[in-house]
């Protein structure tokens, strides 16, 4: 009896182990990462730093001042990014900001683990090729 109970002990923990691994979906794409980028673009922006990489360069610069400057002011709203392209660590895609089109880029970085999945997160971000954080 107590042999059956550490063995469905055992097997259950490799079920868990197996069903949290990247294989399976776990973790955030970089397309899905975008998205959320951009629903906290166009909401109340209290949560659009968790799109970005900690180890990011620009991370510490990212304060609730910087997204009310440049393109990501709330005059622009409604912002969208649409006809992603992604690479093995970047986005392209189109960048809709106020009346404008334009071109933006992501530099992506992987911050999930094996076990925890792929965690897609922003490094840097370019718009019409100028470097925006």
Not at 17 to 25: L, V
Not at 52 to 70: C, E, F, R, V
Not at 111 to 125: A, N, T
Request: proline share 2%.
């Amino acid at each position: 009896m107590k042999k059956n109970i550490i063995f469905g002990l055992i097997v259950g923990l490799i079920i868990i182990a197996i069903s949290s691994c990247s294989i399976f979906g776990v973790g955030t794409s970089m397309s899905d990462r975008i998205g959320y980028f951009e629903d906290d673009l166009n909401g109340s922006r209290a949560n659009i730093i968790d799109n970005i990489h900690t180890d990011a360069p620009s991370y510490n610069t990212l304060d609730d001042a910087y997204w009310n400057t440049g393109y990501w002011v709330t005059g622009n709203k409604p912002f969208a990014i649409t006809n992603i392209s992604e690479g093995s660590s970047s986005v392209s895609a189109s960048f809709h900001y106020g009346a404008s089109d334009t071109t933006i880029y992501f530099e992506m970085k992987d911050d999930g683990s094996f076990f925890g999945g792929e965690d897609w997160k922003i490094w840097s971000c370019s718009v019409n090729s100028v470097s925006q954080f």
